[in-house]
Structures are given as C-alpha cells and as structure tokens.
C-alpha cells in the first residue's frame, strides 16, 4: 500500500505543470535573473587609489599632525606626493590629485569637487582634528604630565573585527540573494503540505471524499503522500542548488553539506507549516496556497531577498 501511494503521488507531481515551474523552474528563473542584475555590481565598488598630496613646511614636518597623516596615507589606498604648494595647486587644476592638505596658516583641506574621494580625505581630516584635540585636552588636564601606557595606547590601532576565510573565493555580499532563493524554495514545500492535506480531508476536496470511501486509515494514504512530495523538494533543492553553484558560478563556501541540511530541514518546516495551513484554514485551495505564498515572501523579505540591508 505504501509504495503504491507514493509512486503514485511521485507521478502526480512530475506530471503536474503547475508544480514543477513553482517549484524548479521558477527558483532557476529568480536566480538567473538575480544573477544577470547583480553580475557587476560590485566590481564598481572596488576601493580605487585615492592620489593626495601635502603641502607642509619645515616646521611642520616635525609636528604630531604631520606623523599622523604620513602614517594614513601610507596604506595602499591612497598615493601620496609631498610638493609645495603652488604644484599642488597645479595637479589639482589639471585633476592630477583628489586634493591637496596644507599646513600654511593652520591644516585645511584644499578640493575642487564633490565625490568619493574628497569625502574620503574630508573625514581624514575630521578624524585627525578629532583625536588631535581630544589628546590636547588630556595633556592640558594632567599638566602635560601622562604615563608613558597611555602614550602607546595612543599610538597604538587595535581591531576588534578578525576575517574568516569560508571559501577559497573572496567574500561576496551578493550570495545572500541566491541563499534567500535557496529558502524560497525550501519553504514552498508549504503548498505540498497543503495540497496533501486536502487530498485527505473528506470536507475539503471531491477527492478526498473518494479516498475516505476506501477502507485505509488516512494516515497510511497521507504519509507515503507527504514523504513522496518532501522528496520530490529535496531533489528540487539539490538541483537549483546545483545550477546556482555550476551555471551561475556563485560560491557558497565550503560547507555545502551543511548547506543542504539546512534546506531540508527549512522543506521540512515548510511542509509542516502547509500541513497546518491545510488542516485549520477553512478556505479553498487557492485562499491556502496564496497564505503560504505570502508568508514565505514575508520571510524572504525578512532575510534580504529584495535589499540584503533588510537582513
């Protein structure tokens, strides 16, 4: 009896048009189209060298200020040129650098536009006056005299943020997208659940009325029926999982196993949520299928599938 149920419900499913673009090709749709949106859109984020220069006379060649931003615009991205300031001046007119900071007549910043980079060196600059002042403060408080800790504190930067490495690919914001597709998916095994539910409750369906004709426990007709469609969903999943890695090139790390477990495990939420829609929605099927669908789009918003701030 058990085989039978299932295989016939594994042939219900292949042959249904409806269940398989829900629940294959649209997910390969979605994901296809996430890709060709979001192809490029982080290769113009890349950090760009940021060409600065710094006007500086010999008096302050020797002051904290100076050390400071030698110490900030020796990272790599920025090129920094030490020059008077009338070829400053002269870059700057000809778009040679982003801006030039003088030391003549007190520290200001010298630009010739709005943008990227000029926002960059403006908060550099904040950032210095911030620190220079508040260590002024300090010294003017305890009489110029502190310990000889608080002066290495002081030139000292600690990082409180350690990089993991999950994949031999660099990290990709966008593959939050295709993971939401992954739980999309997942969690449409909620229409199955309410489709089996149906199938059975003699009050919900013609069909059901004939199958509670027969003389079988419902149980031994709805669970070969739940795990015929679970299966189903599990190999859906592994397929658009697939397609994602392999046609679309997207890197999910290294931990696909895990991966794959929790997919099931969320198809297997999902078919248990559909079950209960089934059984205590009073409503037709489209009414149960359309609070199934609307709640897994809420969740797919809650996890960043139409902004990934939103996650």
Request: glycine fraction near 8%; hydrophobic fraction near 50%; charged fraction near 15%.
């Amino acid at each position: 009896m058990f085989k039978l149920v299932f295989s016939n419900r594994i042939k219900y499913y292949l042959r249904s048009k409806e269940y398989l673009f829900w629940m294959l090709i649209f997910p390969i749709l979605l994901s296809t189209l996430f890709n060709f949106a979001f192809a490029n859109l982080l290769s113009g984020e890349e950090m760009e060298t940021i060409p600065v220069a710094i006007v500086a006379d010999e008096k302050a060649e020797e002051g904290i200020e100076m050390q400071v931003y030698r110490q900030i615009f020796a990272q790599e991205m920025f090129e920094a040129s030490y020059i008077n300031e009338e070829k400053a001046k002269e870059e700057l007119e000809q778009e040679k650098i982003a801006g030039y900071i003088s030391f003549t007549g007190g520290t200001h910043l010298v630009v010739a536009g709005n943008g990227y980079a000029q926002t960059v060196l403006q908060e550099i600059m904040n950032y210095v006056n911030q620190q220079i002042s508040a260590i002024t403060r300090i010294y003017l408080v305890n009489m110029g005299e502190v310990s000889p800790e608080f002066e290495a504190a002081m030139q000292e930067t600690k990082s409180y943020i350690r990089d993991l490495t999950v994949s031999h690919e660099e990290p990709n914001l966008i593959v939050v997208y295709f993971y939401t597709v992954l739980a999309m998916t997942a969690f449409f095994a909620s229409n199955g659940g309410v489709l089996e539910v149906m199938s059975v409750q003699a009050n919900q369906s013609s069909v059901a009325m004939r199958v509670n004709l027969a003389p079988v426990g419902k149980m031994r007709i709805f669970l070969p029926s739940v795990l015929a469609a679970e299966l189903l969903q599990i190999i859906v999943l592994i397929i658009v999982m697939l397609y994602i890695r392999f046609a679309l090139g997207i890197d999910f790390g290294s931990r696909y196993g895990l991966i794959l477990l929790n997919t099931i495990v969320g198809s297997l939420a999902g078919m248990g949520f559909g079950t209960m829609i089934g059984a205590i929605v009073k409503k037709n099927e489209t009414f149960k299928t359309g609070v199934c669908i609307g709640f897994t789009m809420f969740c797919c918003f809650l996890s960043g599938m139409m902004g990934s701030d939103v996650k």
